[in-house]
Every structure is written in structure tokens, then in C-alpha cells.
């Protein structure tokens, strides 16, 4: 595997279910992000780590969970959503956190429907 | 907080042709800018990025122009493609370290 991976890559969940999103970067990188992007809107990030640890919080609902055990894997654990939170969930990486001069490496998505 | 204008109109051009997207900001000129492509249902990728003491940067067929005055950053593709249509965007740090804003983006359609 190269790059960053996302899975699963489709999921759909009803509002009272718990589900994982994980993402597994292979660059070495140090710095790791969760966006979201829903249609006809920018990107919109969501959390940061740096060194596993969380450097960013975007006033995100409780109702997203972020967990970053280590440099490579971050996982975004969602319950009780609402049906806007349905979205393409993009995690990335990038060198590190210290400067936006490094370019972001995206994994394909998760296209998350909240029913 | 900075705000980003990107055109959310598509751009049709026929293959061949000279493609040039707007991205402009409306606060601070940043000290940098990037360029992403995105590919329907994929993560952008990134292509460029200009610096604020860098009026012009080349990659191939790919152009970047950035004029803090104007707050405005042009990207061209010259000899454009089919295998070019996609969204493009633009990103700005904004706040702190390596937090990047991004804008809509544009969607981009190379006809033959």
C-alpha cells in the first residue's frame, strides 16, 4: 500500500449506530488531518494531530471522535450523527504541522450517508 | 478570517486551448498559496504551490501566477486535455501553521 488509505470507503449508518472511519498513511509523514467536504461546499478540516498528538479542533460536534494512536493511523469514530453530517470524509498528511508550505496528501474518501 | 473566491461556475474549453482559473482572497495576502486537482469521489491532489516573492511558477503545462496586490491567483493550463477535466482549488494558510483554507473550487471541462 502507498499513500494514504481510507476505509471503508462507502458507509451507510442509521443515526443511533456507532462506526469507525480509519485512515493509514504510508509516507512517514508526521501530521495527519480529517476534512470534510460536502457538495457544493470547500473543504471544511476538521481535526489536526502532530506527533499523535491533537493540535487542532474545528468546533466539531462531540458526536465526531477523533483517535490518533500513532503517527500512521488516525480514526475518526462517529455516533448519534444527524443527517447532515452525510458527507466525503478525507483524511491527509502532511511532513509536519509546523508549516503550511508542505503539501497535504489526501486518501480517497469515505462517502459517509446518515439515514 | 480569510475568505476564498473561486469561480463555482464550470469552465468549458476545447482541447487544446489555454484554461485560466481565478482564485482570489479577501484579507491578508498570505505568504503562500497551493493548487490542488480533485477527480470526482478522490481526495484533491496536490500540484503547485507559489510563493508571495514568486510571480510566476511553471510545472509542465501547468502555470501559477500570484499578485498580492490584485489579492489574485491565476492558473493556467496550456495545450489543455480531455484527461484535464476535473475541480481545481486553491489554498491558503490561514491561522495557524499548516491549516489551509480552501476554496470551492472549479470545475474544469476540456472538450475535443
Known amino acids: 500500500e502507498t499513500g494514504v488509505t481510507q476505509t471503508p470507503r462507502h458507509l451507510v449508518m442509521g443515526m443511533t449506530n456507532k462506526k469507525s472511519l480509519k485512515c493509514e498513511q504510508h509516507?512517514?509523514?508526521?501530521?495527519m488531518y480529517w476534512y470534510k467536504q460536502s457538495a457544493k461546499k470547500p473543504l471544511e478540516l476538521m481535526f489536526v494531530y502532530n506527533f499523535k498528538e491533537q493540535t487542532e479542533n474545528n468546533s466539531v460536534p462531540s458526536r465526531f471522535s477523533p483517535e490518533c494512536p500513532n503517527s500512521s493511523h488516525l480514526f475518526l469514530h462517529l455516533h448519534t450523527l444527524q443527517p447532515e453530517d452525510s458527507a466525503l470524509y478525507l483524511c491527509?498528511?502532511?511532513?509536519?504541522?509546523?508549516?503550511?508550505?508542505?503539501?497535504?496528501?489526501f486518501g480517497p474518501g469515505t462517502r459517509l450517508t446518515v439515514t | 478570517s480569510q475568505k476564498i473566491e473561486q469561480n463555482s461556475e464550470a469552465l468549458n474549453i476545447q482541447e487544446g486551448k489555454t484554461a485560466t482559473l481565478t482564485c482570489n482572497y479577501t484579507?491578508?495576502?498570505?505568504?503562500?498559496l497551493q493548487w490542488y486537482r480533485q477527480d470526482p469521489g478522490r481526495g484533491p491532489v496536490f500540484l503547485l504551490l507559489?510563493?508571495?516573492?514568486?510571480k510566476e511558477k511553471r510545472k509542465e503545462r501547468l502555470k501559477v501566477t500570484f499578485d498580492t496586490t490584485l489579492k489574485q491567483s491565476l492558473f493556467h493550463i496550456t495545450a489543455s486535455q480531455p484527461a484535464d477535466s476535473a475541480t481545481y482549488l486553491c489554498?491558503?494558510?490561514?491561522?495557524?501553521?499548516?491549516?489551509?483554507?480552501f476554496g470551492t473550487g472549479t470545475r474544469l471541462q476540456v472538450t475535443l
Open positions: 507559489i510563493r508571495e516573492n514568486e
Open positions: 489554498a491558503l494558510p490561514t491561522g495557524t501553521a499548516s491549516k489551509l483554507t
Open positions: 509516507l512517514g509523514h508526521n501530521a
Open positions: 484579507n491578508y495576502s498570505p505568504a503562500y
Open positions: 491527509a498528511s502532511s511532513q509536519d504541522w509546523t508549516s503550511a508550505t508542505y503539501e497535504q496528501y
